[in-house]
């Protein structure tokens, strides 16, 4: 299995902040790497997919970059509604596996 | 836009069968672009994969569920469903279903979830 993970495990930041997080997987995955957002009690919510596109509706301040195996999402200037837990997910090999997650909340 | 529901028992006692079932709407689990998927998260952790199906025929699960697991799908209702065999605590979670893009796999539409709770 290829095993994710995830750096920090958590951030305290304000609003307005730039926010960068950091995916790493075990093996290289090209680019089949995706980005979830969740809210407490919701379900994930998708942001990013193939490490760098946006999915449809998701606010331009968030973006993704990487390749192989080190990835990143940043949040440009962080609004209140951005504090949430943060998973990548890799879907280059099957079982498809998620990483720890990253808890951003407020400092 | 596509809607996903799960439903089922959100008690299941250990050594039974927990049993899911995911109603979509507004898009066909048929349509042979598609996969469709259950993921788990128990109370407080993070995401597990469980398996998924697509209606290019085949199925597939996380090998660490070993032979527990059998999803299927029922075109004529659009649902899909979820079967765990000789559940213990270990399976208690918040269960989602979701839609499954095919172009790069991933999850693009996701259930609102629903908690199982393996007790007897």
């Known amino acids: 299995d290829i095993q994710m993970t995830q750096s920090p495990s958590s951030l305290s930041a304000s609003v307005g902040d730039r926010v960068t997080i950091t995916c790493r997987a075990s093996q290289s995955i090209s680019s089949y790497l995706n980005w979830y957002q969740q809210q407490p009690g919701k379900a994930p919510k998708l942001l990013i997919y193939a490490a760098s596109s946006l999915q449809s509706g998701v606010p331009s301040r968030f973006s993704g970059s990487g390749s192989g195996t080190d990835f990143t999402l940043t949040i440009g200037s962080l609004q209140p509604e951005d504090f949430a837990t943060y998973y990548c997910q890799q879907s280059h090999s099957i079982p498809f596996t998620f990483g720890p997650g990253t808890k951003v909340d407020i400092k | 836009q596509l809607q996903l529901q799960e439903s089922g028992p959100g008690l299941v006692k250990p050594s039974e069968t927990l049993s899911l079932t995911c109603t979509v709407s507004r898009d066909s689990i048929s349509r042979s672009s598609d996969c469709w998927g259950w993921i788990r998260q128990p109370p407080g952790k993070g995401l597990e994969w469980i398996g998924s199906i697509c209606y290019s025929g085949k199925t597939y699960h996380n090998p660490s569920l070993k032979s527990r697991v059998t999803i299927y799908g029922d075109t004529s209702k659009n649902q899909f469903s979820l079967k765990l065999t000789s559940v213990t605590a270990a399976d208690t979670a918040v269960y989602y279903c979701?839609?499954?893009?095919?172009?790069?796999?991933?999850?693009?539409?996701w259930g609102q979830g629903t908690l199982v709770t393996v007790s007897s």
């Open positions: 979701a839609r499954i893009f095919v172009d790069r796999y991933y999850f693009d539409y």
